[in-house]
């Protein structure tokens, strides 16, 4: 019980020292809770089995609105782009499983990233940015990880509703109500994820008894 309560108050904790990176970066107040959530319902900080592994377990909702978040006007993004480009090379460089902490980076650098693209959306901008983070996921949802259909699926259909959200709302229309959809999309996804297991532990038991030559 109290190693549950300690795992929640540092989730709070965590989330709120978030919620005021993001806010120092000039984001509003809504941006900076969606980055503050992103970065409390990472896989890193939530136990539960993430589901499907995108990009090394990052949902692909969070994907657009970091790319978005990368063309954002802060100048002070910098040193997040930095990181990002960093953990991109230790993964192109390593061939299995991130570290631990390297993850715990990717999440971090990713949900202020994202924050600072909610941000760019709300002042109905970066819609361009964001469609083209969109694609990106969709097609890397379909053709990532060797998964099930059903991780597939729960990746690549958010992002592409995602993506027809955007180019079906007008810049004012996106700046709001847009907005308030493409977080909802994010907060659902990440909810199947955790709720449907979809990672692929490994060859069924069938399968290995085949593969397993006779004595």
Not at 187 to 202: F, H, N, T
């Amino acid at each position: 019980m109290a190693h549950a309560a300690a795992g929640v108050l540092a989730t709070i904790l965590a989330a709120a020292g978030v919620y005021g990176l993001c806010r120092h970066l000039s984001c509003a107040r809504g941006p900076a809770a969606f980055g503050a959530a992103a970065w409390a319902l990472s896989p890193t900080l939530v136990a539960a089995d993430p589901g499907p592994e995108f990009a090394g377990g990052m949902t692909s909702c969070l994907v657009p609105f970091a790319v978005a978040g990368v063309f954002s006007r802060e100048r002070r993004r910098w040193p997040f782009i930095a990181a990002a480009l960093v953990c991109l090379l230790a993964r192109w460089r390593s061939t299995s499983q991130p570290s631990v902490g390297t993850a715990a980076l990717e999440s971090l650098v990713v949900a202020v990233l994202a924050g600072l693209g909610a941000q760019r959306l709300w002042d109905g901008e970066g819609g361009t940015a964001f469609a083209i983070g969109a694609a990106a996921a969709v097609a890397l949802g379909l053709f990532g990880p060797d998964v099930r259909l059903s991780a597939r699926l729960i990746e690549a259909v958010p992002s592409g509703a995602a993506l027809a959200v955007v180019a079906a709302t007008s810049r004012e229309t996106r700046a709001r109500a847009g907005v308030a959809a493409l977080v909802g999309l994010f907060v659902v996804q990440r909810a199947l994820e955790i709720a449907i297991p979809a990672r692929v532990a490994g060859p069924s038991v069938a399968t290995a008894a085949k593969s397993t030559p006779p004595r």
